[in-house]
């Protein structure tokens, strides 16, 4: 395979069930190497995506390539490429580890002396060797979760495809998982579904945000942070006629809105949201020539949490779920 | 391969090495072996086939047991994911999973052998038929977990899926029942359908390419249902927003002419549902509706093409278009299965195999032919007639068995009754229909029981069923003429028909009387000689002892001339005085004895022949074919080449082999072979001679006859009888020289029951070993395996 061909790429892929909608035109391509996090709210497209990515089910229109295989005609050699941990860590219960994982091996073409070495390669790294002997049913959620891993990643997949890997789990074992996900960056394409914001925004290095069956965003989640909407929190020493002269100082600014206006005593503090670049010198330049003396202006942290609910925002209002009255704009002009 | 080995790895420990797949299996052995065991008690018979009646409806309930966690549980934990993303097809999880459940289940009766090996310390039991049962018994264990496989298949509930597998069985094992119900093609479709009647075949121990078909040709439709069932559950291409509703021309024409046509569809199907005949005027409202369908179909030609490009749509179509030719390929394969088969009877007594002469009977019949059993007790005679009903049904489709419980089914004896207008009503018998003649035939007559006479008492014999016998005969009657009348000669120490001890001649004048012959024993009154048995077809000359005058002579040689036929059974060293008469037939009488020094009947000497070689272009020989006669001494009966007559056509039909010698030697003395004096084999043991002759005498009646003179007369003596084809040679004989070149071949047998004389003991070791050692048994290996299994993981 070409160095430069994509792990994998959505190129139109559609896919309806009955009248619904599971994914509506998604073209992707992510580099090999790459730790993909999908993010998305419930019923976004997330499990469909992987599914038809897993070749669980073909896509309804468009086209699949896994290493630049064909998921529809060239199934078997996608498969191949790939190590899947479903939702929930579907495993069976009445087996042993060490009887899955031979099992899983023998499922997976690797006969013979082979067997031991591919087990002894994930069992180590995903620390199961002190559990092989036990019944699946009596590990804990974390340990199947692990064992659910190595059976992934037994055939030494070019991609390993987890499907939200750490629900249910407690914050210890989340924590585990992650070092393990980290240390597995380096030889895998990862693509990790999850809700978990943080975590994506922690482990990843490109984000897929997808809300109902379309992708919104695709980027490494500082360019996307770049890109998205900013708080500003500007506190100024509290002049008598300052809620008269704001509106008109604002106007004077591109691309910002007032978000919320406090007066304490002899300070105020006016919250802002920007659109577009950085307004922070000309906010400075307007207060100073308005004699207005600045206490402190500086920038709200972003996080992927805000990106992520900017672009879920931004989709509802183009489609006119988000009442108008939740407007931020609104809301500062009723303050104001 | 690999990959479903693979998955057949998992699966089968999966059901049947843990504790709840022990258990169900110990539950299933013990149950099993109460059943037979209490079977055997009371039939008092070494087989299984009744066990394997109550197993094949027992599978019906423990089939789904096995099959309704291998896909449903899957869906249900989401395992079949993991299944379904590992680089395996469909078709490779569904083989494995079915291998495994069939596994499993051969795994569970693998131990019901151990029931022929306590069968063996009490009796003998029939292992060719009990391994016929079993491969039977297999064969729907493999069909019923194709059906659980499907059923597991379509739901994630493993109790659904349970309760589908039991209904979709039962169904399939109660379609007979409904086939009473139903008329024409629907019947036989319900019949064939009948899962329990195609292991009754096996159960029998006879093993039929139908039935095999049957089973292995349903079981592959169920396994491609299931992995199309799989893959369905994969495609949920669902629709897209308006895509269904294809942009159609002239819509409202389109939807008035579909409506017209189904009008039609619906009258035609009334038509077939209410039984109405099929005119002309159907015919065309079939070409009507196809026409009517076709307008709104070529007009919208263009859409529909486009409708079926978009992927989805052609893939459905294209697996229902699968699904259809499946089903096709199934019905063709069952069709032309139930036109072209072979059936083997793996019985120990070939007790399933029909004669020649039924066989070719039955190829002869050209209307339905209904055979009413009337059920009473004995339930093992009627399970012997009703197998032999079965049977004969299995040779020609014309054949209707239709069995009657009185108790249950008063209204059908009724019915019955006014039918054939019968004074009461019928009970524990067959009625024969064949056109407008019909026939009774009581349960008890196809039973024979034996007489023989032992150190001068008379004693009777097991009792053995004869049925075939009395059926065939009957139907013989029903489709020939009658046959006429069989007159032993009498007064010169023939063997006697009438008697029924060793020596006697009554078991073939019984089978003679069944196939529809009169039956006489005449001596040649002085007076009558010119009439002598003028009312005969056949007159037998069985063995004499005495030399017959030469009035007696002149007597047969005059029945000869009507254009009689005459048996003659000679026996050696016994002057019969017959050399005049066999003289003119290019016939001569050898004053020797035959001997085979390869050839001979079992533990004999070699003067007891064992005769196999016949002429197949002579019809005895031919009728004989594959037969064997033992005869216990013989003479020989050759051709003579000297003064030949012209108006005689002679033949030797039977000979010994190449080891034979026809040898001089005095009454009761053991023979020598001198090969200079003696006349070495083949031996000539049998001759046909058939003559027509012209007579000069205006108004004088063409000679005739025919004249059989066997080297033996003992052969068809009751001790004898039974033995290889003796009694075939002896009917096969009389029906050649009656000119009945219809009925000839090899005859019904009679067969015994292989009863079983047990003592209380026996009962009880038969029940400890199934009920008690073989579960426990089945059960300590399982354990031990699982405890294996544990170690090993």
Redesign the interface.
Known sequence: MNVDTPAFEFEHVS??????V?LNDVSLSIRRGALVGLLGPNGAGKTTAI?IL?????P??GVVRVCGNDVLTH??VA??C?G?L???C???????V??YLR??C????IGGSDIEKAIFNVAEPCGIMPWR?RLIRELSKGYRQRVGLA?AMLHEPEILVLDEPTVGLDPIQVQQFRALLSRLKERHTLLISSHVLSEIEMLCDTVVIIHQGRVVAVGAPEALKADSTRHYTLECVSTRNLPVLLPGLLNRVEAVTLDGFEEDGRRCIIRITGHGADPRRALARLFTEAGIELIDLHAERISLEDVFIDHIRGCAREEGMIPMASDPDKRGAEHA | M??IR??M??DWP?IIL?PSGLTIMTIFLALAGYLFASQVAVTQQATLRYLFRSLGLLCVLVAPLITMRLLAEELH???F????????RDRDIVLGKFLAGWKCFTLWTLPMFGYLLALEIVGAPDWGAALAGYIGLQLLAALLIAIGLFCSSLTSSQILAAMAAILVGLALSLSSGAAHHARGAMRGVLLFLDTQSHLGVFRRGVLDTRSIFFFVGTTAMFLYLTIRSIESR????????GALTVAWRHRTLACALFALAGLLLLHLVFVRASGRLWTAWQWAELTVLFALALVPLALNRKSIAQFLQR??YAVVVTVLLNSLLVLAVWGLLMFLASRHYYRKDLTADNRHVLSAQTVALLKTLETPLEIYIIEDEPADLFQQINDLADEYAAHNKLIVVNRIDPNRQPAYIEKLQRRFNLPAEPKGELIIAYRDDFRRIPARAMVTIPFAELRGRVVRGAPRFDGEAELTGVLLNMLHTDPGRVVFLAGHGERDPWQTGPQGLSAVAERLRKSGWTVDRRVISPGRLATFADDAKVVVVAGPRRSLSDENRAALGQFLDRGGGVLLMLEPHQENGLEALIEPWNVRIGRDIVVDLSDYAGQADPTSLYVSRFEETAAVGKAMSGLAVVMPTARRISVTRQNLRPEVTVRNFMHTSGSGWAVYAEPHERFSINPERDRRGPISLGAMCERYQELREPGREPLRGRLLVLGDADFAVNQYVDMAGNLDLFLNGVDWLADRQGVLGARPKAVGAPTLTMTRAHIQLLFWVSVVVIPAGALLIGVSALRKR?K??
């Open positions: 896919k309806y069930y009955g009248r619904h599971g599914r897993t070749c669980y089910m073909p309804s229109s199934t078997r498969q191949r790939m899947y479903p939702e929930n579907p495993l069976y219960h009445d087996m042993r060490m009887e099992w899983m023998e499922l997976r073409g002997s059976a | 690999n990959q693979t998955i790895k998992r999966a843990v934990n989401g395992t994911e993991v299944l379904a993303t590992a680089p395996l994969r495609w949920k291409f669902g629709v897209v927003p992927r989805r544990r090993a993981a």
